[in-house]
């Protein structure tokens, strides 16, 4: 049996616990100010080739995201977003609930097109009544998004452009980052710093037990970022706890942080997944995704045979006959997990 | 060199590590759902004899007190609670943030005074202006205070009494739990389960690397609690990482849950703590506090020397000469600490 | 010069204003305990034939929408409306920053169509992520639409049976609620309060200064209305300003409320503008609307002249030679200004 | 029977209204672009002598009081005032509701005490776990206070330093301004404007039908006011009718803003009725208001003979023999009414 139900059915990597476990009788300060979440903040800064960027650990991602586009939008403003986003579907309203709406535009495959966010954007200046709307103030992007494609880095540069010229922030959800690091041809971490405003290294899908790294590359967050926190009871008191994971995840395993090779290896399992489930058993994929997220079209007589060997989960009907499926691998998936997936006659 | 500036300074009690540890390779669900979680639920119903009770796990206080303040007042309603409340002063406005009143009444070594409480009500409800103001939804008090002191039972009793009297919930927060449950000659859990409405067990200041459980000892929680908890941002995807530790938290060991153990060893120390500071350096208490916390006026021309032996936290100004402190074991404080700390001549 | 901007653009229609100078001399209780707004309720609810229905008096439209959306909500609910609605797009987020995400569906000709919401709602419920996701707890419709156009009876109906089925609350902003009743051929004031669970009757739109009347047509408002509408800055302290003019738009004049003779006058006022425009003038509607509302492709080369004549607003370009424009007539538009404009060769 | 109950008890001052029906056939544009609020904009920026002022006209006390605090208020901080403040106790929760927290320090008859203002502040600045609490923002003050109080033009101007020294904005609520002008010897409306960062000039209170007028004397209003105010749902479509009752209020009579006779009229007949209470009734004082609300300390065995020539509020108990009411005078109180009054052996 092989678990690919979802990227945070697992504990944490064995380097982040075993670092958790060896830092575990020092004493630290709090909030923030403990030596691990330094060390961990010097380490992201030079992964990210960004010296002056101002970095927070929270602990989950729909609690990063409502908490950090609530501090950065003023209170008139929404964020634009694809359909699709997590924030607009899957966070049960969280960022409504601090007071902000959530604008959303067509998804195309999870992403947002640039030609259109630019035409929604010429609409909307060009409007007589724009007082009376919500203004646009951020755009939020998922990298890799919920079905688990990429923008390129040229998409980005473009996404980049638009926001400048009007004035918007760009938000970078990074939920599996490690992941969508592992897949892009182009997109690095220095890039993505150089082209958001804002953006989150996730933790919690990607090796850590909780945990994301929220990171503003220019040094430019709003004064008292910690009061706003607490406000959003996002604050740890015992800080520590996502600082020694951070920094077990960056720490340079040959010469990179373990943070890429978690995504890598992820990443290499979902492709052997892919040639198994495309090449031998002849599903064809939903979405042409190439990172940790795979989704095929399952005839509906195959899925109980199938559901004896894997865990996954049911993504929407195709048809009568065909149903999604989403196979989620992780930094957890093991090479010989896959490799007997593929010996049996499944 | 002693650590005495707070009780979330430390990494995690060992047997909550080690569970972590030996738990990490297995798989489950997510959002709640997953089988330590369950396993702890349990075992928290067990020691709490509240068979019927509902548990959910938060990672942080501040997070579990806006949460669940917010989830089980109706829009209109207040929270009633001593000034020094942590609610009151120190969560940076988070209750606040999610649209509720704090109204703060006197507070008598942090507590509330019953017969205050029972005269602000009464005021209240003959007040002709009553629906233009802020309506009483909520009791809030912590057990122990900010201040370390302790309600008794006939004192929650009372309380409670007033409560069901004027239709309001009594939420008890326990961050500290474990502590006062340790120091108090007639409160147990299955007592405040009894009494309160709902409460949180505190697990980032008793033993555990964050996590908090709230209880619902009468099982009548709000319906859609897990929306409810996600739009406030608080719903953790990888739940298990606090199920496991409260797992841990609650398995006994010489009959009775690790929990109580934890809490025992800090008071214990504590009062030897006490002793030495009292009988041996004179120093006055600034409050008498039964529990972790412990508070001393110290001559201004100690605290230098002080420090060099002991890391604690300036409370408060007393008169030009003298200042309190704050001194806080906790599970991580040793006998070994305590008994060095005597024999310096400090 | 004929003034077709808006209907917000006048003063009251004379029979409001008497009547506020005869009463102006009166003393009463005031927070809508005022004889006038008493009056003006007996009214109301003669005339929805809805003997039990509970009626608020608030200010304005943008105030009643958030205030009773928010009222009547869960917290962890959301509204579902047509992407084009009021709440939707032009009230600057109002709804959202009660903390409530406002779910947009697509609009036809400004409507919601049944089948849609209905295929929404069955998705939601199939979903397995439900309790991720805001759940639905009301629809939302304008009667006119924002586009002057109007649900059939049948229509109604049915989205009472799709709110019933799914325990919706079915909300209808009446804020040109008197042009729509006169222009519909079968859905009356009886009939709005058979179908709806609230709704409001417009007052500035309609022949009031200020003022809009909310209506709970079963007498079913959720407990402690004048402690939440206060709470949302709704309250008006001298509350008879809203009642007496109410009164006024209700009392009957040739046998039925002044409030539907005012809808009447300004449909068939506009419906003389159609005539004029379309067969007079060759213009084609944009919108096919029997109500106030009225929307025409004017060729780009006629707006100039167009605008020495008549003001009115420019909707949205057609195509590189025409432009949508909306004209709208009110209870102050005479029938003399659009015979005026019938004699003149523009 | 002479109505003493309250100041919004009756219509508008025959001014207001006569220039409600004077242009009422008029043509304007809406949301505060009409010309009747620019020239009333004007007139109160030349009583003001501010000409930078900008000015917005909103609906009501509690809606002005929510919405301005929250525009001008970052997210993370709160609002100081004396406990006795109406936005502390009567307002619902409407600041809270907004997310901001309300700071009550004591009050001395209805004032804030600068002395206690500045050691709550330095207390605050010097607080090493300032960062976790709620940042001061505003001072927040009544003139009149709710017990018809005045601060002098020193204590303003003290209030005024404290305020610059700490960054704080300095607000006033005016909901009852034209008494306290009236009435203060030292107070005028230029000096308000001078020392404060923000005020109202309140309309419902003092003449008008609606409406109160929020001025920031230096034009430093934060951006985006139109969108911000809609969002609150606190912006007018017919913004005229405010508009137009403040061009009355401000229109001068013999020299003067109408709005000041009115407040001078109301005190003028203020201190008559206190003569009769203190000299020929023998009844104490319960506060000594100097402005139109009066309070005094009733025999209980007086009250019902009272109750029959005059309509009054009872305010609070006194001892078990004596009950302390409010009797308050308006711009509809006539000499006539309070001499009548005299003629009665009550």
Same mark, same amino acid.
């Given at each position: 049996?092989?678990?690919? #139900?979802?990227?945070y059915?697992?504990?944490a990597?064995e380097?982040?616990?075993r670092h958790l476990?060896?830092?575990?009788e020092?004493?630290?300060?709090?909030?923030?100010?403990?030596c691990?979440?330094?060390?961990?903040?010097?380490?992201?800064?030079e992964?990210?080739?960004?010296?002056?960027?101002?970095? +927070?650990?929270l602990a989950g991602?729909?609690q990063?995201?409502?908490?950090?586009? *609530?501090?950065?939008?003023?209170p008139y403003?929404?964020?634009?977003?694809?359909?699709?986003?997590h924030?607009?579907?899957h #966070?049960a309203?969280?960022v409504?609930f601090?007071?902000h709406? /959530?604008?959303?535009?067509?998804?195309?495959e999870?992403?947002l097109a640039v030609? #259109?966010?630019?035409?929604?954007?010429t609409?909307?200046y060009?409007?007589?009544t724009?007082?009376?709307?919500?203004?646009p103030g951020? /755009?939020?992007?998922?990298?890799?998004t919920?079905?688990? &494609?990429l923008y390129t880095a040229?998409e980005l540069? @473009?996404l980049h452009?638009v926001?400048k010229? $009007?004035? %918007?922030l760009?938000?970078v *959800?990074? @939920?599996?980052?490690?992941y969508?690091?592992?897949?892009?041809p182009? /997109?690095t971490?220095p890039?993505l710093?150089?082209?958001?405003?804002v953006f $989150?290294?996730?933790? &919690?899908?990607?090796g850590a037990l909780?945990?994301?790294? /929220?990171?503003?590359?220019?040094?430019?967050?709003? !004064?008292?970022?910690?009061?706003?926190i607490?406000?959003h009871g996002?604050?740890?008191a015992? =800080?520590?706890?996502v600082g020694?994971?951070?920094?077990?995840l960056?720490?340079?395993v040959?010469g990179?942080? %373990?943070?890429m090779?978690?995504?890598?290896?992820a990443? &290499?399992?979902?492709?052997?997944?892919?040639?198994?489930?495309?090449?031998r058993m002849? $599903?064809q994929?939903?979405?042409?995704s190439? &990172?940790?997220?795979?989704f $095929?079209? !399952?005839?509906? *007589?195959?899925?109980?045979?199938?559901?004896k =060997?894997i865990g996954?989960?049911? +993504?929407?009907?195709? *048809?009568?006959?065909?149903?999604?499926?989403?196979?989620?691998?992780?930094w957890a998936?093991?090479?010989?997990?896959?490799?007997n997936?593929?010996l049996k006659?499944?």
């Amino acid at each position: 049996m092989i678990h690919l #139900e979802s990227d945070y059915n697992n504990g944490a990597h064995e380097a982040v616990l075993r670092h958790l476990v060896e830092t575990n009788e020092e004493r630290t300060q709090s909030y923030g100010d403990d030596c691990f979440s330094e060390q961990a903040r010097a380490m992201i800064r030079e992964a990210c080739e960004a010296p002056d960027a101002q970095i +927070w650990f929270l602990a989950g991602g729909t609690q990063t995201n409502a908490t950090i586009i *609530d501090c950065v939008l003023q209170p008139y403003e929404g964020v634009l977003c694809a359909e699709t986003a997590h924030i607009n579907v899957h #966070e049960a309203g969280a960022v409504e609930f601090t007071g902000h709406k /959530v604008i959303a535009l067509p998804a195309h495959e999870g992403k947002l097109a640039v030609g #259109e966010l630019r035409a929604w954007l010429t609409a909307y200046y060009a409007d007589d009544t724009a007082e009376h709307m919500v203004r646009p103030g951020m /755009v939020y992007i998922t990298f890799p998004t919920e079905l688990g &494609t990429l923008y390129t880095a040229d998409e980005l540069m @473009a996404l980049h452009e638009v926001c400048k010229q $009007y004035g %918007l922030l760009l938000y970078v *959800d990074g @939920a599996r980052l490690a992941y969508g690091l592992a897949a892009s041809p182009d /997109v690095t971490l220095p890039l993505l710093a150089q082209l958001s405003d804002v953006f $989150y290294i996730g933790g &919690t899908k990607c090796g850590a037990l909780c945990g994301e790294a /929220v990171v503003f590359p220019n040094g430019d967050a709003p !004064i008292h970022m910690l009061s706003r926190i607490k406000r959003h009871g996002a604050l740890l008191a015992k =800080s520590r706890v996502v600082g020694v994971q951070f920094e077990a995840l960056f720490t340079k395993v040959n010469g990179e942080p %373990l943070y890429m090779a978690i995504g890598r290896q992820a990443v &290499t399992l979902a492709m052997q997944l892919r040639s198994l489930f495309v090449e031998r058993m002849g $599903y064809q994929p939903f979405i042409d995704s190439p &990172t940790n997220q795979q989704f $095929y079209i !399952i005839p509906n *007589d195959n899925l109980e045979r199938l559901r004896k =060997s894997i865990g996954f989960e049911v +993504w929407c009907p195709v *048809d009568e006959c065909h149903t999604a499926c989403r196979f989620v691998t992780s930094w957890a998936t093991t090479e010989e997990e896959i490799e007997n997936l593929g010996l049996k006659a499944f």
